[in-house]
């Protein structure tokens, strides 16, 4: 099953830090790329282990759900909402096979 889930990153610092609101995944990478490959490999991670443990992944937000989510988790320091929305997809099946 191939889906993609709404991705925030924001640069901190020469980092970029990764959001993933619908899964909760907090994840980084040292480029634009290398941060999305980050977040692809976190969520497949979370999803087989989700799956594994009888749990349902959940549906991929619309932007502005995502939006309510980014704006909901940030704080006084950081808030990911003011990053760079991108959707990020994963093929758990084949993630798997990996």
Do not use: H, W
Not at 35 to 48: N, S, V
Not at 50 to 58: A, R, T, V
Not at 90 to 95: G, R, S
């Amino acid at each position: 099953m191939k889906t993609a889930y709404p991705t925030f990153i924001r640069e901190s610092n020469g980092d970029y830090l990764v959001f993933v609101p619908d899964l909760e995944i907090y994840t980084e990478g040292t480029s634009i790329a290398d941060a999305i490959e980050m977040a692809r490999d976190a969520i497949g991670l979370k999803g087989i282990d989700m799956e594994d443990s009888g749990q349902k992944l959940p549906e991929p937000s619309n932007v502005e759900r995502a939006l309510e989510k980014a704006k909901k988790d940030a704080d006084d320091v950081f808030d990911y909402s003011i990053g760079v929305l991108s959707f990020v997809d994963v093929d758990f099946l084949e993630y798997r096979k990996q």
